[in-house]
């Protein structure tokens, strides 16, 4: 979750040229006078390269540096498009709140631990024997709320293939005024998220069967010495997945390219905690940080 709102929130940095607020200092203010800046129009297009420090899969107690690549589109403010984020339009939106679809895409897991993105740490071994998650797609649908300095933002979507699960996510952010450092401002948001899940999708990430866990011992088992136990079985239940908080960064080096800086910490919740595959192999506190620096192109004004 935390690599999505990452580059979720380099989109946001870089849809829009940042102006100096009211009642900046003098000389902070520069070109159009100040107060927010008129919505795009168009296409607009985004890139972005940076990196980050993650588990190596959810529950790992393992981390790797992994690279951050992103790109996104938009037209106007009604549709937006980016790999982690995915795919949104706003159907509907009135006195600050909106809501739609979306499509977004899950990477699934791979037993090996391995990233093709990683740049250092080592993969991990752990979850060799009890095999892939698929990559699928998510559909569902979001609704957000903007209210002065707060947001609340809640998705709801279900895979429709790999894990075949639900997922729900709750996030709530405080943006206070930005401050303005050598005549540019520095955008501040923070707010704490939550996700829940079903029973398939708790069991597809955390769950343990008979053959996992034979599978599991026979991949560590050495030819001619003992036998290795395998892991203890596991049927995960649905219900809340993680629950943390996430602050976020946003420089402007100037009129289209920011600076981005996220931290974040997620604590997995019992669903997870209590399966082997976290409480024996890895670890129910996850932290994350990365930062990249994006660039906007197009977007007319109003």
């Known amino acids: 979750m935390i690599i999505a709102t990452l580059c979720a929130a380099a989109a946001v940095a870089t849809s829009a040229p940042l102006e100096a607020p009211q009642g900046a200092p003098q000389g902070a203010q520069k ?16 890139v972005g390269v940076g990196g980050f420090y993650a588990p190596a899969y959810r529950g790992a107690d393992e981390y790797q540096v992994i690279a951050a690549p992103n790109f996104s589109v938009a037209y106007g403010t009604r549709f937006s498009f980016s790999p982690q984020d995915g795919a949104r339009f706003v159907a509907f939106r009135k006195n600050g709140f909106e809501a739609g679809p979306m499509f977004r895409a899950n990477f699934g897991r791979p037993e090996t631990g391995d990233n093709p993105l990683r740049i250092a740490g080592a993969g991990s071994d752990d979850l060799e024997g009890l095999g892939d998650v698929d990559p699928t ?3 569902g649908g ?11 933002s809640l998705e709801a979507r279900q895979g429709l293939q790999g894990h075949e699960g639900f997922i729900g996510e709750a996030r709530a952010q405080f943006t206070p005024r930005p401050m303005i450092v050598n005549g540019k401002p520095l955008i501040f948001r923070a707010g704490p998220s939550l996700t829940i899940v ?5 069991q597809s990430f955390f769950g343990v069967t008979p053959q996992q866990s034979a599978d599991w011992a026979a991949a560590r088992t050495v030819d001619g010495g003992p036998p290795v136990q395998g892991l203890r079985l596991y049927e995960a239940d649905g ?13 402007p080096l100037g009129r289209r390219s920011s600076l981005v800086m996220l931290a974040g910490y997620q604590r997995l919740g019992d669903i997870a905690a209590d399966s082997p595959i ?8 996850q932290l994350s940080v990365g930062a990249l620096v994006s660039w906007r192109f197009g977007g007319g004004r109003r």
């Open 198 to 202: 079903d029973d398939q999708y708790a």
């Open 142 to 152: 979001f609704m957000r709320l903007r209210k002065r300095k707060f947001t609340l």
């Open 31 to 46: 070109g159009p006078p100040a107060g927010p800046p008129p919505p795009p129009t168009g296409w607009t297009f985004g």
């Open 239 to 251: 219900g809340l997945l993680s629950y943390g908080f996430e602050a976020t960064a946003i420089r």
């Open 278 to 285: 976290v409480e024996d192999l890895g670890s129910a506190d």
């Open 137 to 139: 797609g998510e559909l």
